[in-house]
């Protein structure tokens, strides 16, 4: 399995709902992270996980609350999100301390109303 | 902090010409990747470049990096309309104990017949 799994792949949430984002991987990258895209506008980051183990937040408000719960799965809890929040999210994963590139899922389009 | 400048931003072109994306970054990195995203999806990975003089070549796209200069660039060669995409660098960098993938903000490229 060489793939970065993310669901749902599209997401409509009210700003007073809680929702939940998911990424899972089975190829024992030990490095995942977690990527916001507004349109038209690169990939920034927003969180690392190394070895379950939260090691970067880029400083995101804590309406964003990120989870590692074991190596294969990530997950990024939403709750009183704004309209503006409204963007791809993008989960990656990669080996740690090799020189390999990074593995990203498929997306998931989130829309705030 | 570490700054990654692509461009052009835009670019639009005939199909069977040539024309070359350059990637300026501000500090010593690790990896340099391209990535290539259409609209609404996922980022495909298309080259990683590891060290000095690294040239890589994958059909009519050619990536090639000057660590001493800071630059990368992504050639295109007889340009076809199935290369209209935007295309993304993104250098990687060790913070701390985790790398962190800092992108360009990405050259719209248009070929057109």
């Known amino acids: 399995d060489t793939e970065v799994t993310q669901t749902p792949k599209h997401l409509v949430m009210g700003m007073t709902n809680k929702k939940s984002l998911k990424c899972e991987q089975h190829?024992?990258?030990?490095?995942m992270y977690w990527y916001k895209q507004k349109a038209k506008k690169p990939p920034e980051l927003m969180f690392v996980y190394s070895y379950e183990k939260l090691s970067i937040n880029e400083s995101v408000p804590s309406r964003f609350s990120p989870e590692c719960p074991n190596s294969s799965l990530l997950n990024l809890h939403l709750h009183a999100l704004q309209p503006e929040d409204s963007a791809l999210y993008l989960c990656a994963s990669r080996r740690v301390g090799y020189k390999d590139g990074y593995t990203f899922g498929s997306g998931t389009r989130l829309t705030v109303v | 902090e570490l700054k990654v400048e692509q461009n052009p931003l835009f670019l639009s072109m005939q199909e069977g010409k040539n024309y070359t994306i350059y990637c300026n970054y501000s500090?010593?990195?690790?990896?340099l990747y391209w990535y290539r995203q259409d609209p609404g999806k996922s980022l495909e990975s298309l080259f990683v470049l590891l060290s000095n003089g690294a040239v890589k070549q994958e059909g009519r796209l050619m990536a090639s990096l000057d660590t001493k200069a800071r630059l990368s660039t992504l050639h295109i060669t007889a340009a076809v309309h199935d290369l209209s995409a935007t295309y993304f660098c993104a250098v990687d960098r060790s913070g701390g104990s985790n790398y962190k993938l800092t992108f360009g903000k990405g050259t719209l490229l248009t070929v057109n017949p």
């Open positions: 500090t010593t990195s690790d990896r």
């Open positions: 190829m024992g990258h030990r490095a």
